[in-house]
Every structure is written in C-alpha cells, then in structure tokens.
C-alpha cells in the first residue's frame, strides 16, 4: 500500500499529465524539448510536521518542485506562459486532488532564458508547490 507522501505526489502527477506538455516525473532532462513544453516533477521535501496529539497526526506542508521548460526560435514566451497558465488552471480546478490533499498552493515562478549552442533558446522555471497534507505516521 502506497504512503499519503507517494499517493499525493502521484495525484498531482495525474493532475499535471492532461496537458498539452509532456509531463515526467523524477526524470533527467531529455535532450530534445517538445514543441508543447516539458513539465518535470521532483518530489522535493516534506519537511518537519507540525503534530498533534490525541489522536496523534503528522501536517506536513511538502514542497513539491515542477521543473516547466519550453524550447521555440519565436513565441517562446507566449509559450511558456500558455504552459504556466495551463499548470494554474489544473491546479485550480482541484486544490485538493480529489480528496487526498488538504489544499494544494503553487507558487509563482521566476523564469530564466537559457541559451542553447546551435539551437532555439529554452525558457525555463521552477515552481513550488505545496501540498499541505496529514498522516498517522511519518512513514505511511
């Protein structure tokens, strides 16, 4: 049986995989980006719990990582916000992936344009999001 950890993370892998972008997860980054983006998922941490007693219950507030990539000679930008605002807009649909999550919370990204030798520059970001969530215990 999965951990609340692997079955929120997986929720929001699910959540991610309509979109138009190829969404990973825990993956190295392919050499070649399609035109619609890439979108990678790093589990990041779950930090330290705020826990209460009787009954006894871990809340963690987990930082997830969405690594968002697009690779285009023109529209690179326009593109790369069409794929962020695809990720908002999931994300709002279902803020708590079906019920397994208290509230999810992305943060907004800081981009940065990456320039590639002999290829269409990549415009790239991180974005955080948190998944606030509640266990019996820290392993399950």
Known sequence: MPTTRETVLAALHARLQPLAALTLRDEVLPERIPTAGLIILRDGQ???PEVTLSPLR???QHRAELEVVVQAGTGRASTFDDLIGAIGAALDADRTLGGLCDWVEPEAPASV??????AAALKAAVIAVVLHYTTT????
Do not use: F, I, T
């Not at 344009?113 to 002999?118: H, W, Y």
């Not at 215990?137 to 399950?140: Q, W």
């Open 46 to 48: 779950p930090g330290e």
């Open 58 to 60: 871990y809340h963690y």
């Open 113 to 118: 344009d990456l320039p590639v030798e002999g």
């Open 137 to 140: 215990c820290p392993l399950a």
